[in-house]
């Protein structure tokens, strides 16, 4: 008799892992600092922990943040988020994840209606890399991941975004070119970290970084063996 396995999640090429664990969100009225020891499934390619790697910043509502350099221009990438936005009133407030670089430079991934993935280098405006047409709910919770291939700074790559493991939109730029090495990742960071006030506003799930892309069928896999958690 065959015996049935639920899925795993897709470790080769694995880079960053961050997991609030249970119970699995972290929420705008958590206080994040005091939560770091009790996050758990964590993993780091470059040897990170959260007792020596991992701080929360005192603006920006509280984001998690921590050193990471790697050249994203010339390397293909996942990036893949959860998250529950209480309402939709401010975009601000649905940043998943900013990759920077020194300076005001960033790559920066939004959940909201109309998802984007954005490349701002540290002097001049944002490049939409890829954007979506489609409506998200308040209360909901959602997968957001996007993917990248090529490996060539100001080369022609391919973008590919999902939301709950349903392709959703693609599209093909040359405009993330290495402007300086990207050095940090940031989950949650709403704004500039002088406006305290604006903070995620809702409840954050699992962040998964690959230093490669993911095929149609793994992205999938990560959204099945992760989505019952929040009654998917």
Not at 41 to 58: L, Q
Not at 130 to 136: D, L, N, Q
Request: with cysteine.
């Amino acid at each position: 008799m065959a015996l049935a396995h639920s899925p795993t999640i897709v470790t080769e090429g694995l880079d960053e892992v961050i997991d609030a664990g249970d119970p699995k969100c972290l929420t705008a009225s958590d206080s994040i600092q005091g939560r770091i020891n009790q996050l758990s499934n964590v993993r780091t390619g470059s040897g990170i922990t959260f007792s020596d790697g991992v701080t929360n910043s005192t603006g920006a509502g509280g984001s998690l943040s921590w050193s990471r350099s790697i050249n994203w221009a010339e390397t293909s990438f996942t990036f893949s988020g959860w998250g529950n936005r209480d309402d939709l009133d401010d975009d601000k407030e649905g940043r998943i994840v900013d990759v920077l670089n020194a300076g005001n430079g960033h790559l920066r991934l939004t959940l909201k209606t109309n998802p984007t993935f954005i490349f701002r280098p540290t002097a001049g405006g944002g490049n939409t890399l890829i954007s979506a047409t489609k409506t998200i709910n308040a209360g909901e919770w959602y997968n957001l991941v996007v993917v990248k291939s090529g490996e060539t700074s100001g080369g022609s790559a391919s973008y590919v975004m999902y939301l709950n493991g349903e392709q959703i939109a693609t599209n093909t730029s040359s405009a993330l070119a290495t402007d300086s090495n990207f050095t940090r990742y940031r989950l949650m960071r709403s704004a500039d970290d002088d406006q305290s006030s604006i903070s995620w506003l809702g409840k954050f799930g699992p962040f998964y970084s690959y230093t490669r892309a993911l095929t149609d069928s793994e992205v999938l896999q990560n959204y099945n063996a992760t989505k019952s958690r929040f009654g998917l």
